[in-house]
């Protein structure tokens, strides 16, 4: 079974530039989430969707950040314009639909702001 | 406000003694309790979860957790750590929120087993 897929793995930027990230769940996953994990700290809900529908975003700096699910598969996180303080990992998971499954993540993309 | 607490950056054990992770939450209700492992530069990968049933859990690579309700505690524990075994570990709890429960991470354990 596939995993969970992200890219780019890697993106340096400098401020005020835009990004954006790229993730393709699990097949069948019905739920999607965006954490934030900056370095030494545990990793921050941004948003959760369920197929196409937004969960939770209370999170999430809309002011810069945007994402949207398009047909409840991909899913894309945007930034713009980035802060030096949005340097962090951006980790994409998901999960079988329900409250009490486990969280599938992919291997993250790894964002710096100069 | 409900949370998952880890009070302990870091945990170092010699290979082959056995290691415990703490980890306390506080949350309204029926708890929903994951661990997960993180490897460096890789994303965090389940280990296990305590829904309902049985206080102790197992899950993989020889980790087991204990649910104690009275303490509010779910520490991590493994009889005879290894190495390998040396990574980050999160507590993470399914917290209520309007009408989903949503995944909250504590802030991570870095666990140290020398040779």
């Known amino acids: 079974e596939a995993g969970v897929a992200q890219s780019p793995r890697y993106k340096i930027i400098e401020k005020r530039q835009s990004v954006a990230f790229w993730c393709n769940p699990i097949s069948g996953h019905a739920t999607l989430y965006w954490y934030q994990q900056i370095l030494g700290q545990g990793p921050k809900l941004l948003i959760q969707f369920q197929n196409n529908g937004v969960v939770d975003d209370s999170q999430l700096p809309k002011d810069r950040f945007s994402a949207e699910r398009l047909k409840g598969v991909d899913s894309t996180l945007k930034i713009q314009p980035a802060k030096l303080e949005d340097s962090a990992v951006y980790l994409c998971?998901?999960?079988?639909?329900?409250?009490?499954?486990?969280?599938?993540f992919g291997e993250g993309s790894r964002l710096t702001v100069l | 406000a409900q949370s998952v607490a880890q009070p302990e950056d870091q945990v170092n054990v010699a290979e082959g003694n056995p290691l415990t992770v703490k980890c306390t939450y506080s949350?309204?209700?029926?708890?929903?309790l994951f661990w997960y492992v993180q490897y460096p530069n890789r994303g965090l990968q389940f280990l296990l979860k305590?829904?309902?049933?049985?206080?102790l859990v197992k899950g993989s690579y020889g980790f087991e957790a204990e649910f104690n309700k009275s303490q509010t505690s779910f520490h991590l524990k493994k009889p005879s750590a290894l190495v390998s075994d040396s990574a980050l570990y999160f507590c993470a709890v399914r917290v209520a929120s309007g009408g989903s429960y949503i995944p909250t991470f504590g802030r991570g354990t870095s666990l140290i087993v020398h040779p």
């Open positions: 305590y829904i309902t049933g049985d206080n």
């Open positions: 998971a998901s999960s079988l639909i329900g409250d009490t499954g486990e969280l599938f």
């Open positions: 949350v309204s209700g029926n708890p929903y």
